[in-house]
């Protein structure tokens, strides 16, 4: 063979194999990480949890808990006998109470500062919405700890659970028309076949809050008779569960066998105890958006308010963020224990929505509990 020629192939076949490598190398970082499975229950059952690495690393950073201001001393003079105008958390020292104010800042408006809530002139000074609407927020964070323990446990939670730095949480809802306007002509739509976030842009009803967390409506799929003895559980009903469903799903971050038993989803016979706390859990949202966020409505101006004129009210998300326990399950009260505790105003805020014996239920239940009604 001609020298020059035997060159020449030598050289075209080490070029074909760098790029062969060259390619090999692209492909592979082309590749999506493979999926991360869970399993909490017995194999072939199908409870198991799958989760993408990519999303669930790019949720990390919005689940990193800010550090804790430095503890302050109880001694001292109360914070209601140095300032004016504290009708909570009049009972923490000056100190305490400094540290929870310079906290509040940084967990809902680190960029608008003291002045979001306070007139700069005068701190007293209840002229803005912003503060009476915290002052609110505070009583409500205390109800939380004290009173939903079934729910949040002793992991509790403070401003940051949900603001995260922002003055509005990312995570609320409002009412959404069901019937828009031009929509008449075919009928009660309900929400339906309008792709919206709250149900992963899916054809199930936009709205699956309503019905849920402010009203009691049965959270099933079908109904507890056979037709036609009064089965009022309709196909129409069933998506609005399925709604609610995928955006607890979401919210969580996690399936269906999360929470439910795979062999059949609608008994809770060994089921996991998740779905015991998933309960407490719609039962606390419905008791915070009517006892405290709807009250609000003449508080907030006409911007703060969704199109039908109603506030921003709370669901999973609005905690959770796409974590199956808010901020990954960080111990929130431990550094802030006046946020576990009554005061005397939040002692006599307006009763929730739950009757007496439903607030025993939710203190008293166990995970082999079976609630009469609204089962996720």
């Known amino acids: 063979m001609i020298p020059q020629v035997k060159f020449i192939r030598v050289g075209l076949r080490h070029s074909l194999q760098l790029l062969g490598l060259s390619s090999l190398l692209l492909l592979s970082a082309c590749e999506r990480p493979f999926m991360d499975s869970v399993q909490h229950g017995y194999r072939g059952t199908g409870m198991v949890q799958v989760y993408n690495p990519r999303i669930v690393e790019a949720k990390q950073d919005n689940n990193v808990v800010p550090a804790a201001q430095p503890a302050a001393s109880p001694d001292g003079p109360k914070a209601s006998q140095v300032f004016q105008n504290v009708k909570v958390l009049g009972d923490l020292s000056v100190g305490e109470f400094t540290r929870l104010m310079v906290s509040m800042t940084a967990w809902v408006a680190p960029q608008q500062g003291c002045s979001y809530c306070h007139a700069g002139d005068n701190m007293a000074d209840d002229s803005k919405y912003t503060k009476i ?26 401003c940051y659970t949900c603001h995260r730095g922002e003055p509005v949480p990312k995570e609320v809802w409002f009412k959404a028309n069901a019937q828009p306007q031009g929509s008449n002509f075919i009928g009660d739509k309900a929400g339906q076949n ?3 976030d709250s149900v992963n842009l899916s054809s199930l009803p936009n709205d699956p809050y309503t019905p849920f967390l402010l ?22 009903q069933a998506e609005f569960t399925y709604g609610l469903m995928t955006h607890m799903s979401t919210s969580l971050g996690v399936n269906c066998t999360y929470c439910h ?54 669901n999973c998300a ?21 946020l576990g ?10 009763a929730a929505s739950l009757s007496t014996t439903d607030v025993a239920v939710a203190a008293a239940a166990a995970p082999a509990a079976k609630p009469a009604k609204a089962k996720p």
């Open 133 to 158: 609407v915290a002052r609110r927020m505070v009583e409500m964070t205390q109800h939380i700890n004290a009173d939903w323990k079934p729910h949040v446990a002793n992991t509790g939670v403070t």
């Open 194 to 196: 309008s792709p919206a």
């Open 215 to 236: 009203g009691k409506a049965d959270i099933r799929v079908n109904g507890p008779t056979a037709l036609p003895s009064g089965n009022r559980h309709s196909t129409k």
């Open 261 to 314: 038993n795979s062999r059949s989803f609608q008994t809770w016979e060994g089921g996991p105890p998740q779905r015991t706390t998933a309960w407490h859990g719609i039962q606390m949202a419905r008791d915070l958006n009517l006892a405290y966020l709807e009250p609000l409505t003449a508080s907030f101006p006409a911007n703060r308010k969704g199109e039908l004129g109603d506030v921003a009210k709370v």
């Open 318 to 338: 609005t905690c959770h963020q796409g974590a199956y326990k808010p901020l990954n399950g960080a111990a929130m009260l431990k550094d802030h224990p006046e």
């Open 341 to 350: 505790k009554y005061t005397a105003t939040a002692a006599a805020a307006p």
